[in-house]
C-alpha cells in the first residue's frame, strides 16, 4: 500500500450556488489528481473554493480526518496548500517586484509579515529555487515583469516551493509558454509527487492531463460525472 495511498484530505459535498454542485473527492499523498473539463465546467471554481478564495454553501473539507475551515488564502497556506491561479499576469506575479520579491511572498505571508526574514536568507532561498527550476534571470533582482512568459511562470512555482506546501494547485500551469518551458514544468510535477506532495493539476489540454495525472476526475456543468485510474486514462 505505502505511502502514496495515504488520504489526507476528503472533501464532501463541496458545493457554492452557481459555480460548482456538491462535489466528494479525496486527495492523497504523493499523487497527482487531474482535473478534466471544458470551460466552464466548474475546475478553476473548485480551485477558489479549495484555496479560500471563495466560500462554499455547503460542504466540509477534512485533513488528516479533522474538519477544517478554510475561509482564507491566508488559512490555506497555514494549512501548508498553494495556489497557482490560472492567469498569471493578473492573479499570480507581481510586476513591479524583483524574482527574490515575488519568490519571498508566500513564505514571508506564512511567517506573518511582521517577522522579516534576513536579507542573506531571502537571497539564498530565491537562488536555490532559480537554480532548482532552471530559471533564466541574469540577477534575482531582476524585475519579474521583464522575463519570459515561462519563466514567470516558473517564479510562480518557486514561490510555492519555497513555502514548503504539501498540497498544490496548479491551475493551467502550462498556458501560454513555450514548449521547453512546458516539459519542464511537466517534469516537476511528477518530481514533486514522487516526493509526496498532493497535487491538483487543471488542464484544458488533455494529453497533458493524460501524461501528468495518477487519477482524473472528470468535471461537466460543475458537476464531478466520471473518475478514470490507471489504464483507464488515456
Known amino acids: 500500500e505505502g505511502q502514496e495511498n495515504e488520504v489526507f484530505m476528503e472533501i464532501r459535498g ?3 450556488k452557481g459555480n460548482l454542485h456538491p462535489i466528494d473527492l479525496s486527495f492523497r ?16 471554481e473548485l480551485a477558489g ?5 471563495d466560500q462554499p454553501d455547503q460542504g466540509e473539507i477534512m485533513i488528516d480526518g479533522q474538519v477544517v475551515r478554510i475561509t482564507s488564502p491566508r488559512q490555506a497556506i497555514y494549512q501548508r496548500f498553494a495556489y497557482c491561479p490560472e492567469d498569471r499576469k493578473d492573479s499570480g506575479i507581481v510586476d513591479e517586484l524583483s524574482v527574490k520579491e515575488n519568490i519571498m511572498l508566500a513564505l514571508q505571508a506564512r511567517k506573518g509579515w511582521l517577522k522579516t526574514i534576513a536579507p542573506r536568507i531571502q537571497e539564498e532561498i530565491a537562488e536555490q529555487y532559480i537554480r532548482l527550476l532552471n ?4 540577477t534575482s533582482e531582476q524585475k519579474v515583469k521583464n522575463l519570459s512568459g515561462g519563466n514567470q511562470q516558473k517564479v510562480i512555482v518557486a514561490r510555492w516551493l519555497a513555502a514548503n506546501p504539501r ?3 496548479l491551475d493551467e500551469p502550462t498556458r501560454g509558454i513555450d514548449v521547453g ?11 514533486l509527487s514522487q516526493e509526496g506532495m498532493s497535487i491538483l493539476f487543471i488542464s484544458a489540454e488533455f494529453s497533458e492531463v493524460v501524461r501528468c495525472s495518477n487519477r482524473v476526475v ?4 460543475r458537476n464531478r460525472v466520471a473518475e478514470l485510474k490507471n489504464s483507464q486514462i488515456s
Open 14 to 16: 463541496l458545493a457554492k
Open 29 to 44: 499523498t504523493g499523487e497527482v489528481l487531474g482535473l478534466a473539463g471544458l470551460l466552464g465546467s466548474g475546475r478553476s
Open 49 to 53: 473554493l479549495l484555496f479560500g478564495i
Open 135 to 138: 530559471i533564466s534571470t541574469p
Open 167 to 169: 498540497f498544490l494547485i
Open 181 to 191: 518551458a512546458k516539459a519542464e514544468i511537466q517534469r516537476l510535477i511528477l518530481s
Open 218 to 221: 472528470v468535471l461537466r456543468d
